[in-house]
C-alpha cells in the first residue's frame, strides 16, 4: 500500500474549489457509477477490474469525503443483499445553460444530476457577453437564494454556445453570430461569482449530442451525428461514446461543406455551402421571393401579415395547409442536407443520425427528404442498420448536455493530469 | 486477494491457442508495454493506477508464463536501476499481410514485433481465395521451416484486403475488384494451417492508417486521415489514437462521396462519384483520350509503345518531363480529392492527412493540388495546423499496421470478454 495523501476535497477550512484530484481507482469507481448509476462494491469492482478489498478502501474514501453515501440494497444474487452506493446529492450543485442566438436555457441539478431548477426566456446573443452572462449570473443566484444553497456549493458550470469554440481554452473562436463574444473570458466572469466552480464552455451541438447520449436517444449508441438545423448548420459527433472534437476543437462545422459548386455565395465568401443552400434564412429567402411572384396564396398572406417577411417556421406552417411551394422548398432542403450528409455516413459510418434545431420541426416532408437524400448516396452497407430521426429530447437535449459535461470536469484523475 | 485460476497460456502439455485471456491488470500492463517499448514495474504502476505490489505479482505472472522478461536496466532516478520488461521475443510468432489488387506482401514478425522475415511479389487477386491465401501458406510455412519454428508458434495473422470488410467476422462484403472473396471463410482457412493463431482481417487502408500511427507519421497524433489513392480511393480513419470502423465496420469509404453533381456515371451506378473523377482509371482514360486526339505527343508516345494503353503512372511520367496535359489531369485529379477532402476537414478536424497508394506517386503536383482544394474549401480554424502529405511509409505501413493489429487480440481483458 502506499501512502496517500488526505485529498483536498476532504479539506475541513472553507470550501472545496473543483476540480477535485481523485486517485485512477478512485476516478474509474466515480465514473462506473456516473455512467451506470446507483451499484454496489462488487460491480464497481467487476467494473474496474480492482479487487473487492481496494474498493471498500476506495468507497470508503469517498464515502467519508461527502461524495458518495449508501442508498439502501440492491438485487441479492442468493446470499445477503449488497449496500447500493450513488452521488451524495448535496455535496455539490451543477449548473446547465443553453445559450441560442434569441433563447436562454438554464437548469440546475443535484449532485446526482436531478435537475431541481429550470427556467427558459428569449434572449439576444448580440447584447454581449457582460449583459448574457450578467442575467445568467444573477438567474442562479437567485435559485440558489431561494434554496439557501451558497453560491460556493456549485462545483461545475456547462454552458453551451452557438459559435464555434476552442474547447481548451473555453473561448469562442470568430463566432459569427455573436458580435463581441470573441475570445471573451466567460470562464473568469462566471469564477467571479461561482469560485468554486469549474466552468466548461462548448458549442451547443456538442452539448445537445451529449444530452442524447446521456438521456436521450443516443444511449448505447457508440458512433451517431447529431445535426442542428437553424439559422446555420452544424453538428455534434459521437464516437465510441464521447464527444468528437477533432484536433482544434472544431470538428462538426459542417455548415460550408460545398453541397452545391453552381450554388448561392455564402456569407464566408465560397460558393454553395450547406447552410447558405438548406438552413433557416435560406428557406425564409425562398419563400418571400414565391410570394412576391404570387406563386402561393398562403405564402403571400402569411407575409402581409408579419410585416414583409417571413421565417422558415412560417414555411412549415403553409406546408402543413398544403401548400405545395411551401412543400417544395422544404423538400428541396431536406434533400440537400441528405446529400451532404450522404458523404458523412459513407466516411463516418454512424448508427443513427439526429435532426434538431428550430427548423427540424418545419413538418415531416423535412425528415422524409433528409432521409431520400441519404439512402440515395449512401453505400448500401453503411445505412443497412442507419437510423435517421427527428431529436426526440427536443430542447432538453442541450441542457442536459451541458450538466453532463460539466460533471465529468468535477474531478480530475491525478493519473491523467487533465488541467481543465 | 481472490483466487484466480491458472490462465491456459501457462500451460505445459500441447500448443497455446490465441486468444489468451488475461485478467484486467495483466492486459493493462501488455498494453502499456506494447505502447510505450521496454519499461520498469514502476512504470506500469504509474500508468496503469496500481499499487507497485500489484504490478509486481502481475509482473512475475507474465514472466512465468513465458511471455515477459528482464531485459536489462534503466535509467536511476538516484538510487537502485530498475529492471526493464520487454515480451519474450520467442514466446510467439505474428505473420502480417498486406494484399493488393496486384501485389503480395508479407512479413514474419517475433512477439517484440520486430519483422524477421519479409517477402514481396506480384500476384492477381482475381485468382480467388483458394489460390491466393494458399500461396500465403506455404510462403508462411517455407519461412518458419528455415528458422525451425513450428506452425503452432504462429499466435497472430493480420491479413489487409483490398475491398469492404466486416472486421466482427473478417468476411469480404460485395468486394468490387475481388470476384470469388465474397464471404469467404478467411479465418477458417488460415486456422487449418495455423491452429493456434487469432487471424483477423480488415480492409487494407485501416492496416495502413495502423502502420503509420504505429511506426510512421502518425505517432502521437490523435485523429488523422490515410487516404490510398489507387484504382479506388479510400481511407483509414483514426480517432483518439485508434482505428475507427464505424458501426458496420465500413467507416472511411470515401470513394462514392459525390464529387460533381454533373459527373460521369460511377460503377456503383450513381453520378459523380469521387473514384470515377479522381482515381487512377479515370486519370488513365483522360490521358489516353487525350493521346487519341493528339494533345499530347508524349501520351501519345507512351500507349503507342504500350500496347494501346496508359496507366496512372504514365501521366505522372509524362508530366515529370513537363507535358502539360498530363499536368493537368493530374492538377484536376489532386484538386478534386483535395475539395472533397475540405468537407471531412470540416467535419472530422484531423491534424494530419497521409496521401498513399499507387497514385500518390504520380508527381508533385498531385500533393500540391490536393492541399490547394483542401485550404480552398477548409475552415480556418480546422486547417489552422493540418498537415497533409504522402506517406512517409509507402508500402510498409500495410505490413506494420497488419502486424500491429494482430498483436492487439493475441491477449483478451476477461472483464471486456470480446470475442475475436
Known amino acids: 500500500m502506499k501512502n496517500r495523501k488526505t485529498p483536498h476535497f476532504s479539506s475541513k477550512q ?33 467494473i474496474t477490474g480492482y479487487s473487492r478489498s481496494k474498493i471498500t478502501s476506495v468507497v470508503n474514501q469517498l464515502t467519508r469525503a461527502g461524495i458518495l453515501e449508501e442508498i439502501g440494497d440492491g438485487e441479492s444474487n442468493g446470499g445477503r443483499r449488497p449496500r447500493v452506493l450513488n452521488f451524495k446529492p448535496d455535496f455539490g450543485y451543477i449548473v446547465g445553460v443553453d445559450m441560442g442566438a434569441t433563447s436562454l436555457d438554464i437548469a440546475l441539478a443535484n449532485f446526482n444530476g436531478q435537475i431541481i431548477e429550470r427556467q427558459s426566456m428569449v434572449i439576444d446573443v448580440r447584447d454581449g457577453p457582460d449583459m448574457v452572462l450578467g442575467l445568467i449570473r444573477n438567474l442562479v443566484l437567485e435559485k440558489l437564494a431561494v434554496r439557501a444553497i451558497p453560491a460556493e456549493k456549485v462545483l461545475a458550470f456547462g454552458i453551451g454556445v452557438p459559435g464555434p469554440v476552442e474547447f481548451s481554452t473555453g473561448l469562442l473562436i470568430a463566432p459569427p453570430i455573436m458580435p463581441g463574444w470573441e475570445a471573451y473570458p466567460i470562464r473568469a466572469f462566471i469564477k467571479e461569482s461561482f469560485p468554486c466552480a469549474v466552468v466548461i464552455v462548448d458549442n451547443d451541438v456538442n452539448m445537445m449530442a451529449l444530452g442524447e447520449l446521456h438521456a436521450g436517444a443516443g444511449i448505447n449508441q457508440d458512433h451517431f451525428i447529431f445535426v442542428k438545423v437553424g439559422t446555420g448548420i452544424g453538428c455534434g459527433i459521437v464516437c465510441k461514446g464521447e464527444i468528437h472534437r477533432g484536433s482544434n476543437g472544431c470538428a462538426g462545422d459542417i455548415g460550408h461543406v460545398c453541397a452545391d459548386q453552381k450554388g448561392p455565395i455564402c456569407h464566408c465568401g465560397n460558393i454553395g455551402c450547406l447552410e447558405a443552400i438548406a438552413a433557416g434564412p435560406p428557406i425564409a429567402a425562398r419563400a418571400m421571393e414565391a410570394a412576391r411572384k404570387n406563386q402561393s396564396a398562403i405564402l403571400a398572406k402569411y407575409m402581409e401579415m408579419q410585416g414583409n417577411k417571413l421565417t422558415a417556421l412560417d414555411v412549415g406552417r403553409a406546408a402543413s395547409q398544403g401548400d405545395p411551394v411551401a412543400n417544395e422548398i422544404i423538400r428541396d432542403s431536406g434533400r440537400i442536407i441528405g446529400e451532404v450528409l450522404a458523404g458523412l455516413v459513407n466516411f463516418f459510418n454512424p448508427s443513427l443520425i439526429l435532426i434538431g434545431g428550430g427548423v427540424s420541426n418545419i413538418g415531416h416532408q423535412f425528415l422524409a427528404s433528409i432521409r431520400r437524400g441519404v439512402l440515395h448516396r449512401s453505400l448500401p452497407l453503411s445505412t443497412r442498420h442507419l437510423r435517421i430521426d427527428t431529436s426526440p429530447m427536443g430542447a432538453d437535449a442541450g441542457i442536459i448536455g451541458a450538466i453532463t459535461l460539466a460533471m465529468e470536469h468535477v474531478f480530475v484523475a491525478v493519473n491523467n493530469g487533465e488541467p481543465s
Chains 1, 2 share one sequence.
Do not use: C, M, Q, W
Not at 474509474?28 to 456516473?34: D, G, N, P, Y
Not at 454496489?40 to 469492482?45: F, H, M, V
Open 14 to 46: 472553507g470550501h472545496n474549489i473543483a476540480p477535485f484530484n481523485l486517485e485512477l481507482s478512485e476516478a474509474r469507481a466515480v465514473a462506473s457509477i456516473r455512467k451506470l448509476g446507483p451499484i454496489s462494491r462488487t460491480d464497481i469492482a467487476d
